[in-house]
Nanobody, 123 residues
Framework: QVQLVESGGGAVQAGDSLRLTCAGS????????MGWFRQAPGKEREFVAT????????YYGDSVKGRFTISRDNAKKAVYLQMNNLKPEDTAVYYC????????????????WGQGTQVTVSS
């Protein structure tokens, strides 16, 4: 069974940090691009960050650039999202996704999705 499982979410104060982890199983994700997306209540799903299979390419959404860092460890089958200086507007469910096709900001390119982890930032 192919799975992506996110963890590390929680409730924090503005200015705090969190590190999300996405663990893959059931297939080899080491050649896939991996991305993070988020969705706040009543809003469209938003691109957060993506990383190529070799970690040579990374892209970030404008709202998180300079605060969030995506990384991966293919040996551990894991992808991480380090989130610093969190703001209330970062409150959302965060999803991990894998793409066999491309390193992309578009959620339509991603083939596998996790169930999400909630991040809540209070002011």
């Amino acid at each position: 069974q192919v799975q992506l499982v996110e963890s590390g979410g929680g409730a924090v104060q503005a200015g705090d940090s969190l590190r999300l982890t996405c663990a893959g199983s059931g297939r080899d994700f080491s050649r896939d691009a991996m991305g993070w997306f988020r969705q706040a209540p009543g809003k469209e799903r938003e691109f957060v960050a993506t990383i190529s299979w070799s970690a040579g390419i990374t892209y970030y959404g404008d709202s998180v650039k300079g605060r969030f860092t995506i990384s991966r460890d293919n040996a551990k089958k894991a992808v991480y999202l380090q989130m610093n200086n969190l703001k209330p507007e970062d409150t959302a469910v965060y999803y991990c996704a894998a793409s066999e096709r491309a390193t992309s900001r578009s959620d339509r390119i991603y083939d596998y999705w996790g169930q999400g982890t909630q991040v809540t930032v209070s002011s």
